[in-house]
């Protein structure tokens, strides 16, 4: 079974733009969540969806939103970047969510400069 | 409140059996994770352990939970150089994919 897949793996991007992150889960897993990872903070919980609806959300503002297809793939966008939006964004998958392992990606590691 | 702390790093000597530790905060926690990332990677799950359970084995990796305490640890037996990386633990609140995750212990196995 093919792992969880995220694109791109790096990017970078002037502050003020906007970037769209890809994930596709592993095949059958219907929950999708985000996380960042920074050396400062560590790992943040972004937000959880599951059957194309968010389940859940973290400490995060409106500039970073999410959303999922019916085939589960997932993306998240984040608008107006600032220079502590660099970081490593992590997507993970599970078959429902709740009472089933996260498996993570590789990540795309996020440049704002 | 939510919080998991670790120890932020260990060295050990090849062969030598490695023991990172982990507290955490909220008795509701429902399982606990370890997962490990190598430079330039992602998470890896290595193995979780449900919050009635006091042991788990898999193979060279033993997780022993004291849910009194509040404190998980994961010990590797006959620790490798390949087994240098950071060690995470994460606790799962039943909030479907939010963990709440510790800082990390960096692992560093001599040869």
Same mark, same amino acid.
């Given at each position: 079974?093919?792992?969880?897949?995220?694109?791109?793996r790096?990017l970078?991007?002037?502050?003020?733009?906007? *970037?769209t992150?890809?994930?596709?889960?592993?095949?059958?897993?219907?929950? *999708?969540?985000?996380?960042?990872?920074?050396?400062g903070?560590?790992?943040?919980?972004l937000f959880?969806?599951?059957?194309?609806?968010q &389940?859940?959300?973290?400490?995060?503002?409106?500039?970073?939103?999410g959303?999922?297809?019916?085939?589960? &793939?997932s993306?998240?966008n *984040?608008?107006t970047?600032?220079?502590g939006?660099?970081?490593?964004?992590l997507?993970?998958?599970?078959?429902t969510?709740?009472y089933?392992?996260?498996?993570?990606?590789n990540?795309? &590691?996020l440049?704002?400069t | 409140?939510?919080?998991?702390?670790?120890?932020?790093?260990?060295?050990?000597?090849?062969?030598?059996s490695?023991?990172?530790?982990?507290?955490?905060t909220?008795s509701?926690?429902?399982?606990?994770?370890?997962?490990?990332?190598?430079p330039?990677?992602?998470?890896?799950?290595?193995?979780?352990?449900?919050?009635?359970?006091?042991?788990?084995?898999?193979q060279?990796?033993?997780?022993?939970?004291?849910k009194?305490?509040?404190?998980?640890?994961?010990?590797?037996?006959?620790?490798?150089?390949?087994?240098?990386?950071?060690?995470f633990c994460?606790?799962?609140?039943n909030?479907?994919?939010?963990?709440?995750f510790?800082?990390?212990?960096?692992?560093?196995?001599?040869?």
């Amino acid at each position: 079974k093919a792992g969880v897949t995220q694109t791109p793996r790096y990017l970078i991007k002037t502050r003020g733009q906007q *970037v769209t992150l890809s994930c596709s889960p592993i095949s059958g897993h219907r929950s *999708v969540s985000w996380y960042q990872q920074t050396p400062g903070q560590g790992l943040q919980f972004l937000f959880e969806y599951f059957s194309e609806t968010q &389940r859940n959300k973290g400490n995060f503002p409106g500039r970073f939103s999410g959303r999922q297809f019916s085939n589960s &793939r997932s993306e998240m966008n *984040v608008s107006t970047l600032e220079l502590g939006d660099s970081a490593l964004y992590l997507c993970a998958s599970s078959s429902t969510g709740e009472y089933s392992p996260l498996h993570f990606g590789n990540g795309t &590691r996020l440049t704002v400069t | 409140g939510e919080d998991v702390e670790q120890s932020l790093f260990l060295s050990v000597r090849e062969g030598d059996s490695s023991v990172i530790n982990c507290t955490y905060t909220d008795s509701s926690s429902t399982y606990l994770y370890w997962y490990k990332q190598e430079p330039g990677a992602g998470l890896q799950l290595l193995t979780y352990i449900f919050s009635n359970m006091d042991m788990k084995q898999d193979q060279r990796l033993t997780v022993l939970l004291n849910k009194k305490d509040k404190h998980l640890s994961l010990r590797i037996a006959d620790t490798q150089t390949g087994d240098s990386a950071i060690y995470f633990c994460a606790e799962s609140l039943n909030q479907g994919g939010k963990l709440i995750f510790g800082q990390g212990t960096e692992l560093s196995v001599k040869p």
